[in-house]
């Protein structure tokens, strides 16, 4: 294989590709664990995991394995065939959700379009909404993927402007306001769909109680929650979904990034026969959705969150490092605020300290892979198999950066 330089990469890639993204001036060449390497040699701690799709560490073991093992059987049969992998995926992720049904797709927005697809068939099969009526609450400042009809209630202009025409059907109201949820319910409501933490928002943390008012809201008005799980679930905040930190029981759960393990776009949504139950063949689908590589490789990623709890050491292991954080806060004229759950935090900026990009830039300088999220915060989200000694390492270049 030729060999090329990061900048000369860099600037093919500038050249050649579409420039929908702004990335740190760091190529990334190879990785292992909590790892990854440039063309120069260069190691960086990665402190993004793929926006929390890399939750296992990249290119874990197992999840490799069954990668391998899958690709010398079968890979794609489309969903006009049964296949030998589907049914145990399914049943495992039914299993793990304590749902009775999955639908699989592939990314994440896909699952989304889903659960809107889940919601609005149910407004107008069961709850009997007026044709083309319904409406679904969201929050300002969602983040829910790239599609046209997603972006269509985006409050973010850079995603949402030069769209349109937008898809009509969603009323947005703030976030953590259950007054104003409450006020928004109408006959036409068929469901609300939230995430628990807003991750790209800048990790906003909504006050406890939140989610489960919001069960509350869907049971008395016979409208369905759906929570987006993509970016918090499968162990991120230290429980298997950040739903579980509340007394609340969706009826939809929203799952993409870390269910293919960091090698593959895996999604799918997990939701009741009541539910679900509305497709029919042919009604909704996907040509890769559900293939056999996908779900061999899901199964897998699952087992190493179950296997190596996860959930525990992001729960622990987060707390250690947001305590760190707090720690350096109290020193630093720098830093405002810290915030999170488990390994999901969120790191805001005074305005006197001035953009997020120049101390990622710097981070990155010291080999931590951070991104800033709008211009004033760092996020910080590991794979979860980093340990408290890897902590205390990224905490040594924090400081020279933020103290
Ligand atoms: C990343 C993300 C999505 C979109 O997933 P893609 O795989 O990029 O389509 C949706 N919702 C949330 C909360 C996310 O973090």
Redesign the pocket.
Known sequence: MERYTSQQLMEIEHKFGAHNYHPLEVVISKAEGIWVEDPEGRRYIDMLSA??AVNQGHRHPAVIQALKDQADVLTLTSRAFFNDRWPLFARKLAGLTGKDMILPMN????A?ETAIKTMRKWGYLVKKVAADKAEIIVFSEN????TTTIVSFSTDPEGHDFYGPYTPGFKIVPYDDLQAVEKAVNKNTVGILV?PIQ??AGVVVPTPGFLAGLGRIARKHNVLLAV?E???GFCRTGKLFAYQYEDVDPDII?M??ALGGGVF?V?AIAANEDVLGVFKPGTHGSTFGGNPLACAVAVAAIDVLIDEKLAERAAENGAYFMEKLRELQKKSDKIKLVRGKGLLIGLVLKKSAGKARQYTTALKERGLLCKETHDWIIRFAPPLVISKADIDFAMEKVREVLG
């Open positions: 926006y929390s990314t994440g927005a896909e989304v983040f829910h993927g790239r995430e991750g790209e987006d993509i970016q918090t929203i993409g990034k776009p999604s």
